[in-house]
């Protein structure tokens, strides 16, 4: 059976961020064949392109991961209609420098919860259109803008009933996206 490494990346490093819950609790339903890696962000320096040359740690510890991950999951909450700075952070590093962008190729999902009715819809968006810049092939659909409310997740962490099904169907339809680009990959080389 293949194994498919999918590296996290949650754009809250919020203790108690929902959308750390949330990603906890979507790989709680993912099908068998994939191993999911959170990838810690939160201990990036500010990008900035004089650094380059020498990298801190955190940033070679980042560019290792993602580079090792077959595909990625990204967990968004919305930050003032965007993404969060430390999710810029993040995407901005382990693109850098110019052509050593280790995101190109990685097939993504994007998930997202948050307060309002519409969820993360707007930072999903703005999501989409840096990764499509970064080269990283966005499943499209069905798209997962999820409000938090009570029922959401179970005393447990787990996915509430109501909400299972959907997700159920998103992350089977993720997991179907991350083995066609294995597979046309495979093909291509």
């Known amino acids: 059976m293949n194994k498919y490494k999918i590296a996290v990346i949650v754009g809250s490093i919020r203790k108690d961020s929902l959308n750390k819950k949330l990603a906890d609790a979507i790989i709680k339903i993912a099908p068998s064949g994939f191993s999911f890696m959170h990838v810690l962000i939160s201990d990036l320096p500010l990008y900035n392109?004089?650094?380059?040359?020498?990298?801190?740690?955190?940033?070679?510890?980042?560019?290792?991961?993602?580079?090792?991950?077959?595909?990625?999951?990204?967990?968004?909450?919305?930050?003032?209609?965007?993404?969060?700075?430390?999710?810029?952070?993040?995407?901005?590093?382990?693109?850098?420098?110019?052509?050593?962008?280790?995101?190109?190729?990685?097939?993504?999902?994007?998930?997202?919860v948050a307060l309002g009715a519409a969820g993360t819809a707007l930072a999903q968006q703005h999501l989409r259109n840096i990764l499509a810049c970064l080269d990283v092939p966005t499943l499209a659909q069905p798209e997962a803008f999820i409000q938090a409310k009570e029922g959401l997740f179970n005393e447990d962490g787990t996915i509430g009933s109501g909400s299972k099904p959907f997700l159920q169907n998103w992350i089977g339809r993720y997991a179907s996206w991350i083995k066609l680009h294995a597979t046309l990959t495979s093909y291509l080389s």
Do not use: C, M
């Open 49 to 112: 392109q004089d650094d380059d040359a020498n990298p801190a740690e955190s940033v070679k510890r980042l560019r290792r991961e993602i580079g090792g991950a077959d595909g990625l999951l990204f967990v968004t909450p919305e930050y003032n209609r965007s993404i969060s700075g430390v999710l810029k952070n993040a995407l901005d590093h382990a693109s850098r420098p110019h052509g050593e962008n280790v995101w190109a190729g990685k097939p993504a999902g994007i998930l997202g």
